[in-house]
């Protein structure tokens, strides 16, 4: 229990039912994988902490929510499936990422739960991919988005494009348009995602 004289002193963005060691842990961390995988692991040895996370990462308001984005991450990436109660509150929140750090691990996210779903059909539901897929094309045309994001977001839109005949010829517009204007890194990530089309429509005999 905190001294009462503490708890008006505790910044408002602060939940006084969270775990306020994990909050301060999130506060003091860096982009660092091994910083990062020992606040993973807290969470994978104490699922309970899930919640607090999800909280921190999707609060844009909180300074410190980027750095959150960056253990959960690492946490979907192997318990994607934790995100099912979650979904609406995901989805909801795209819109409201800014900050890069924070995008490229959202985006990241999107392709994990585009991937689980191919597998697993019914994890997210029509609302859910229309929110991931307006998501992702609004931080690929976005000139401000890095372009590990941008990556990310296309490797998304190419698992949802099997479900959605109109998504192929938009995002091969995207890619192919925007290709001249960006890196290498960029150029070679179109690139693969293009011969992925064309060769999901070849076979497909689309």
Excluded at 31 to 37: E, K, N, Q, S
Aim: hydrophobic fraction near 40%.
């Amino acid at each position: 229990m905190l001294p009462f004289f503490l708890i008006f002193a505790l910044p408002k963005r602060i939940n006084l039912k969270m775990n306020q060691q994990f909050y301060n842990n999130i506060v003091n961390s860096t982009a660092h994988r091994p910083i990062r995988d020992v606040l993973s692991g807290e969470v994978f040895n104490n699922p309970s902490l899930f919640p607090d996370l999800l909280e921190i990462a999707f609060n844009t308001k909180d300074k410190i929510h980027h750095k959150a984005c960056w253990t959960l991450e690492l946490v979907l990436q192997a318990k994607i499936e934790w995100l099912t109660d979650y979904t609406d509150t995901f989805c909801n929140s795209l819109s409201t990422f800014k900050q890069d750090g924070a995008v490229r691990s959202i985006s990241k996210i999107c392709m994990f739960a585009a991937q689980h779903n191919e597998k697993n059909p019914g994890f997210l539901n029509g609302n859910h991919l229309q929110q991931i897929m307006e998501a992702c094309f609004d931080w690929l045309i976005n000139e401000k988005v890095k372009v590990a994001s941008k990556a990310y977001s296309m490797r998304a839109l190419f698992i949802l494009g099997k479900k959605e005949d109109w998504l192929y010829p938009e995002l091969s517009r995207i890619l192919t348009e925007d290709s001249m204007k960006h890196t290498a890194a960029y150029k070679a990530a179109a690139k693969d995602i293009l011969k992925k089309i064309q060769r999901y429509e070849f076979v497909q005999g689309l």
